[in-house]
T-cell receptor
Framework: GEDVEQSLFLSVREGDSSVINCTYTDSSSTYLYWYKQEPGAGLQLLTYIFSNMDMKQDQRLTVLLNKKDKHLSLRIADTQTGDSAIYFCAEGGFKTIFGAGTRLFVKA | DTAVSQTPKYLVTQMGNDKSIKCEQNLGHDTMYWYKQDSKKFLKIMFSYNNKELIINETVPNRFSPKSPDKAHLNLHINSLELGDSAVYFC???????????????FGPGTRLTVL
């Protein structure tokens, strides 16, 4: 069945790069997404990548997609304390399947 | 202007009660969703409606009954509440059901339901 897996925690120092990894199972997914959830709030779309792309860059965010290994990563350059949140990987098709979320802690 | 709004934000109730959560979107979208986020933050889809028609029903107990009076509203009614229903419930909307890329889902702020 469909499944999206992520590591649960990541801790980085302010100014360093963060890399959040995700694996998915549905090779027919057309789009893959990264959502951010701040405490007490709903999910907000950060970025997405079309399945025929390998990389997408959007300011401090870089998404890498390895379709063969079904591996998706999100790199946040120059991580700030305001980036502390839960990051959800999701694969989209008929319905969007979310991973369990990676809690990013940024130490000042 | 709030794009997707939910009421109430917090709901504390006793086991066995019946309660409703309301959701409204002012984005003109055709599709609305209900998700349940458990204590471990795992997010699971419950229902999806497209043009007021039920499209996705993810093995949710019959005690949960969504109602879509119009495209802008999708309410969730829960009968005979159980302890395991305690979670944060998120409403979301998107333009199309099978859309992707820029047709993303917009999420409401969530309703934290606590069943005692």
């Amino acid at each position: 069945g469909e499944d999206v897996e992520q590591s649960l925690f990541l801790s980085v120092r302010e100014g360093d790069s963060s890399v959040i990894n995700c694996t998915y199972t549905d090779s027919s997914s057309t789009y893959l997404y990264w959502y951010k959830q701040e405490p007490g709030a709903g999910l907000q779309l950060l970025t997405y990548i079309f399945s025929n792309m390998d990389m997408k860059q959007d300011q401090r965010l870089t998404v890498l997609l390895n379709k063969k290994d079904k591996h998706l990563s999100l790199r946040i350059a120059d991580t700030q304390t305001g980036d502390s949140a839960i990051y959800f990987c999701a694969e989209g098709g008929f319905k969007t399947i979310f991973g369990a979320g990676t809690r990013l802690f940024v130490k000042a | 202007d709030t794009a997707v709004s939910q009421t109430p934000k917090y709901l504390v109730t006793q086991m066995g009660n019946d309660k409703s959560i309301k959701c409204e979107q002012n984005l003109g979208h055709d599709t609305m969703y209900w998700y349940k986020q458990d204590s471990k933050k795992f997010l699971k889809i419950m229902f999806s409606y497209n043009n007021k028609e039920l499209i996705i029903n993810e093995t949710v107990p019959n005690r949960f009954s969504p109602k879509s009076p119009d495209k802008a509203h999708l309410n969730l009614h829960i009968n005979s509440l159980e302890l395991g229903d305690s979670a944060v419930y998120f409403c979301a909307s998107s333009q199309e059901l099978y859309g992707g890329g820029t047709d993303t889902q917009y999420f409401g702020p969530g309703t934290r339901l606590t069943v005692l």
